[in-house]
């Protein structure tokens, strides 16, 4: 089980006015194998709580503990909100890095992603370069590519910001199916109401900055869950309360 | 389609092609003698008949250029390096190559004789003087656009240092690299022939000045042809490499 506890982060030296109050006393759980969205204003300060989680930023303040230890950054599975792929590295390349770092062989690599990349609807690009694919499939190749780190809580901000509607629930879709298979930790950063309800176990809601919990819904629908779900009166009921408190 | 591409490339062709016949034409109407201004035919027929020569000094500058320019790479792309692990050897060092490139070279060559002689190595070292600082200056550019977020992700995977500059940093500055050396390329052959210039044996520079002392404009055309031929060449060979290197920028610029 994760739990962040009092997580603070202030900048300082930041801008003329001295210093940036990013985030105030964040509380947050997450069980083994749940499905948590953190949904809140933009700039309330949400990427900054996964840079955190990471170490790629300094925690002012706070615990975060895994099953009651102190948290490692290899914990994680980080995927940001740019897909992050090297223009310089083939698609399968891309994808491998994290096998290639854990001392996976290159024909090993490469036989373990051609596996795979069907699941991904990668199959026929590995050898792509990065600049030949559409927005939607380099977001699909920087997901391929956070599932094969090692870290069990996987952390994914804005992953289909970029796409469109259509493809966006469809990719949502895929997700669930992809995690059905391989059941992990998952963390959400979304500006959706819908994608957060529809995915999640539980919905935390942000504050403006800086961010403290403003309330937090369990979501106890039965999994698999289908697109009908979104018209279901008790969905809307959820979605009307949650986008009650983001205002 | 394909057609009005391939006569797009032809364009420059053409108009070389009508400058010279443009410069023949002037020659031959205003009567021009060959110590004024020799008429293109007139430096071709000089370039057939000192073929031998040409081609031994040629050997000469072109053996200059290119050992200086790969010397130049390995320097600029270390100093560049070293620059950018150390923001203090930078901040030191950068006004001073600044002010180097100010120094006219053509002021400093005859001191490079001086103190090494009119062997191949003055000449060498003056392509260096001359190639050195666009490649480390775009090198530098080149590793300060790295992108940290990049930088981060690999280390959140528990990549180390050298693992991190050998798959972000290098390939991150492979394209201004490339735009350092190939700036380089058409600096080099200028630099050796200044080199040559100021005392030599052999080279397109010592047959320059041996071509104007005795009033032979063919002459002195004629090598200046090969001058731009070769620089042109080394050009042409930068930019190969920087296709068979970088393929993915291939890419790029026919999306
Ligand atoms: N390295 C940094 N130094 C100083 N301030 C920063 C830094 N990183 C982020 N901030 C500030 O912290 C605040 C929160 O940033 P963050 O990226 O976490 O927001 P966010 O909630 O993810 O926004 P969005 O929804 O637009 O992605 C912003 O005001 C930003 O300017
Ligand atoms: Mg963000």
């Known amino acids: 089980m994760l739990l962040i506890d009092g997580l603070c982060k202030t900048y300082e030296n930041y801008g003329n006015s001295g210093r940036l109050e990013v985030l105030d006393h964040i509380d947050m759980k997450a069980e083994t194998g749940e499905f948590v969205s953190i949904i809140g204003p933009s700039g309330c300060g949400k990427s900054t709580i996964f840079n955190l989680l990471c170490g790629i930023e300094e925690k002012s303040e706070g615990i975060v503990t895994i099953d009651g230890c102190p948290a490692k950054p290899a914990s994680f599975s980080y995927m940001q909100q740019r897909d992050l792929l090297m223009d310089w590295k083939r698609i399968w390349e891309n994808i491998s890095l994290p096998l290639k770092l854990r001392g996976v062989s290159k024909k090993d690599a490469k036989k373990i992603i051609e596996k795979q990349s069907e699941l991904y609807g990668l199959s026929g690009f590995e050898n792509a370069w990065p600049i030949e694919l559409s927005g939607g499939m380099r977001q699909r190749a920087a997901f391929f590519r956070t599932m094969l780190s ?14 469109d509607a259509l ?56 999994r698999p869950r289908k697109r009908e779900l979104l018209t279901a009166p008790e969905f809307n009921e959820l979605k009307a309360a949650l986008l009650s408190n983001l205002t | 389609m394909k057609k009005s591409q391939n006569i797009g490339k032809l364009t420059p062709a053409f108009a070389v092609l009508l400058f010279l016949i443009f410069w023949e034409c002037l020659c031959r109407i205003l009567k021009l003698q060959n110590y004024v201004l020799p008429a293109p ?11 031998v020569l040409l081609t031994m000094h040629t050997s000469y500058t072109l053996y200059e250029a290119v050992i200086g320019l790969f010397l130049s790479c390995v320097f600029g792309v270390l100093a560049a390096l070293v620059m950018y692990r150390f923001r203090m050897v930078e901040r030191a060092l950068s006004p001073l190559i600044v002010i180097s490139q100010t120094v006219p070279i053509i002021a400093l060559a005859p001191l490079v004789m001086v103190w090494f002689g009119i062997g191949i190595g003055p000449k060498i070292g003056i392509v ?128």
């Open chain 1, 150 to 163: 090692e870290g069990n809580i996987m952390l994914l901000d804005e992953p289909f910001a970029s796409i």
């Open chain 1, 167 to 222: 493809n966006r629930e469809r990719l949502q879709e895929w997700l669930m199916d992809v995690l059905s298979r391989e059941k992990r930790t998952v963390l959400l950063v979304t500006h959706s109401v819908d994608e957060a309800i529809f995915l999640s176990d539980r919905v935390y809601v942000l504050t403006e900055r800086p961010a403290k919990v403003k309330c937090c819904f369990d979501i106890s629908f039965d």
């Open chain 2, 128 to 255: 260096v003087l001359v190639c050195f600082f666009p490649i480390a200056v775009s090198t530098l550019s080149g590793f300060k656009s790295t992108d940290p977020a990049m930088i981060h992700l690999l280390r959140t995977m528990g990549a180390k240092s050298g693992r991190i500059f050998i798959d972000v940093s290098l390939p991150s500055a492979a394209p201004q690299i490339f735009t350092g050396v190939r700036m380089a390329a058409t600096y080099s052959v200028m630099g050796a022939v200044i080199g040559e210039w100021l005392g030599a044996k052999s080279g397109l520079g010592i047959f320059m000045t041996r071509a104007i002392s005795s009033h032979r404009a063919d002459m002195l055309f004629a090598s200046v042809f090969i001058v731009v031929l070769i620089s042109l060449i080394l050009y042409g060979i930068t930019v190969t490499m920087e296709q068979i290197f970088l393929p993915w920028k291939k890419i790029k610029s026919s999306i």
């Open chain 2, 41 to 51: 035919s007139r430096i071709f027929t000089v370039l057939w008949e000192k073929r």
